[in-house]
């Protein structure tokens, strides 16, 4: 079974709108989750990853004041596409990987499909 | 060179065929080697991981790690239209902690 959820699975909104996306690990703890950017027909682009307790690190290019992440608690991060437009439109996709060893093999959610009109 | 080469496909194989999915990579430091499948819309789900040179079975699906040649593979057996979605490879290094993944090779089996 899914041992990574993510919510909500498609959101539409309008421009300007801010946008939270969760990702929970379900019955383990993760330290350590990953934000994930994927475009139609294209490969898994890293964009962040989000330390439980402390600031998020962030991949060359992304704005950490336009994809602010969230790690308050062992089993849930939060990614929020704030003041969102339609080039944000994409499918967002977090991961965890089991503890405590830091080589275990990540979990992926189910993504989330963001549509901003 | 791209540090992971993946041919994207897409690839279309009658129901029962044997697939064979590949992926080089250029990068010494990688020691962890990973298959995931993706359905349309969904997240990647993990396949196959391992660490060390030779084969990885699984059911119907065996993986191949060639450290030398730097190459590694994913075999198919009795393919199913369910197999049918993108298989992504990735890496990682015993040290870092993020994924490199292939581009996605497309698959589709006819029924």
């Known amino acids: 079974g899914a041992v990574v959820s993510q919510h909500p699975s498609w959101v539409i909104c309008k421009s300007g709108t801010s946008v939270k996306i969760e990702c929970r690990s379900l019955d383990f703890q993760a330290t350590t989750m990953f934000w994930y950017r994927q475009f139609p027909k294209k490969s898994l682009m890293l964009m962040a990853t989000s330390n439980e307790g402390s600031k998020a690190t962030y991949e060359q290019g992304v704005e950490k004041d336009k994809f602010l992440i969230n790690h308050a608690s062992l089993t849930l991060s939060t990614l929020t596409v704030t003041s969102a437009h339609p080039e944000d439109s994409s499918f967002y996709i977090c991961?965890?990987?089991?503890?405590?060893?830091?080589?275990?093999?990540?979990?992926f959610g189910d993504g989330t499909r963001l549509s901003i009109l | 060179q791209k540090e992971v080469e993946q041919d994207p496909g897409p690839l279309s194989v009658p129901e029962g065929a044997i697939v064979s999915l590949n992926c080089t990579y250029s990068n010494s430091a990688f020691q962890y080697f990973m298959w995931y499948r993706q359905y349309s819309r969904k997240g990647p789900e993990l396949l196959m991981y391992?660490?060390?040179?030779g084969n990885k079975e699984d059911g119907r699906f065996t993986a191949q790690v060639d450290k030398s040649s730097k190459y590694i593979s994913l075999f198919i057996r009795d393919s199913q239209p369910s197999d049918s979605a993108t298989y992504l490879c990735a890496f990682s290094s015993g040290s870092a902690r993020q994924l490199t993944f292939g581009s996605g090779t497309q698959l589709t089996v006819l029924p």
């Open positions: 391992t660490y060390s040179s």
């Open positions: 991961s965890a990987r089991l503890l405590p060893i830091s080589n275990q093999p990540q979990h």
